[in-house]
């Protein structure tokens, strides 16, 4: 049997679009809070003919827990709940020539308070939700599920959470 075996989709970026999304999050000495950093590439697509004025990228920092489920929230006017951010921060676009794409960082180890460490007993989960707009208007929305850890190579020891332990070699067999 020839052909592809597997699942496959097209994708059709709309005329400006969030080509990568880049999150960085640092888990600080204390334990206690961390720090992230955002790097977005924004890309106009080389035959977008129309020019978007106004173009800004936002990143917003969600807790959830481990159902997918955000935690913190707060009564909305229409009724439902939306989620609160933590950390919420935003960057204007500069002006894009066709074919061309702009790298933007969003915020430099910008301080997160009150970080549950990640570990594999306990794997607590934050969504950083990257959004496109033009105006008001939304372009595109990505959302990253990251987690804040601290991993130390020394030698011979490896460091997690300030734990240390011995690096152990396994035979190849």
Not at 51 to 63: D, I, R
Not at 95 to 121: C, D
Not at 154 to 169: D, F, I, K, L, Q
Request: glycine share 6%; with cysteine.
């Amino acid at each position: 049997m020839s052909g592809i075996h597997r699942e496959v989709y097209v994708h059709s970026p709309a005329p400006y679009y969030l080509r990568d999304v880049r999150v960085f999050p640092y888990l600080n000495a204390d334990m206690a809070s961390g720090s992230v950093t955002v790097e977005v590439d924004v890309r106009r697509h080389p035959t977008a003919s129309t020019t978007l004025p106004n173009l800004w990228v936002s990143a917003e920092l969600h807790y959830e827990t481990t159902s997918g489920r955000r935690v913190v929230t707060v009564a909305s006017r229409r009724g439902g709940a939306i989620p609160t951010p933590i950390v919420s921060y935003d960057q204007p676009v500069d002006a894009l020539a066709p074919g061309t794409e702009a790298t933007v960082v969003l915020g430099t180890n910008v301080t997160v308070p009150s970080v549950e460490p990640w570990s594999a007993e306990r794997p607590t989960l934050y969504r950083m939700l990257v959004t496109l707009y033009s105006g008001s208007d939304v372009v595109e929305a990505r959302s990253v599920v990251v987690g804040f850890r601290q991993v130390t190579f020394g030698n011979p020891e490896v460091a997690c959470y300030a734990r240390r332990g011995p690096v152990r070699r396994g035979r190849r067999r």
